[in-house]
């Protein structure tokens, strides 16, 4: 059973446009939530997250939203470049130790950002 | 700083045999975890060890075993190779293992 949801396995987007990338968590315990890039044969760098105590966090062209009683966080690129390309995944983890600790992994959106 | 180093990059096995993939953390990070990632499931957690005890456990058979050494340097083993083992196999560091994962560029095992 997948606790975190990526619906869009692809995305496809014009350069300089905004490209709005979804994730869906079921478990309510989660109060931490990250995304991550990944070009192909590379590991995944991190990108930016969020605390549950917050519903926006920005840091240049990306922006993450989080909605609690949705259960839904959404990654905001503003404006989106070629270079953008690459498979984006969604992470969430709660705060206590033990298993809560460990990160739950969507299966990732793949975004083609079109000259 | 260094990143986080895997070895090998990539890597050829047949059926039954058993490998053993290394990781080599950032300085001075003590967690270390390993992930399996295949085309249809993603990303799938398979342990993390934190000062040289595993803390963490994903749902994989006990063929997939890790351990961490004093240094933070980890191995990952898997016994009996399965033709479904083929994937990228990641390994990410972070200080405490709560937040901040760096991963490294993973080893491409490939069970034929």
């Known amino acids: 059973d997948q606790q975190v949801k990526q619906n869009s396995p692809s995305l496809s987007v014009q350069e300089g446009r905004i490209s709005i990338l979804n994730c869906d968590y079921t478990?309510?315990?989660?109060?931490?939530f990250l995304w991550y890039k990944k070009y192909p044969a590379e590991g995944p760098t991190f990108l930016i997250s969020?605390?549950?105590i917050k519903d926006k966090n920005e840091d240049g062209r990306f922006t993450v939203f989080l909605n609690k009683s949705a259960k839904h966080l959404s990654l905001h690129i503003v404006p989106s470049q070629p270079g953008d390309s690459a498979v984006y995944f969604c992470a969430a983890s709660g705060n206590n130790a033990g298993n809560n600790r460990k990160l739950i992994w969507g299966l990732g959106t793949s975004l083609a950002v079109n000259p | 700083k260094a990143g986080v180093t895997q070895t090998p990059r990539y890597l050829i096995k047949t059926r039954g045999q058993q490998v053993t993939l290394s990781c080599s953390p950032i300085s001075g990070h003590r967690s270390v975890s390993w992930y399996q990632q295949t085309p249809g499931q993603g990303l799938q957690f398979l342990f993390e060890?934190?000062?040289?005890?595993?803390?963490n456990k994903g749902n994989f058979p006990g063929r997939f075993s890790g351990r961490q050494f004093s240094n933070s340097r980890s191995e990952m083993n898997v016994s009996t190779l399965e033709l479904g083992d083929s994937a990228l196999y990641l390994c990410a560091s972070s200080e405490q293992g709560t937040r901040g994962y760096t991963f490294g560029s993973g080893t491409r095992l490939t069970v034929v």
């Open positions: 478990n309510s315990m989660f109060d931490y």
């Open positions: 969020i605390s549950s």
């Open positions: 060890y934190f000062s040289e005890t595993q803390r």
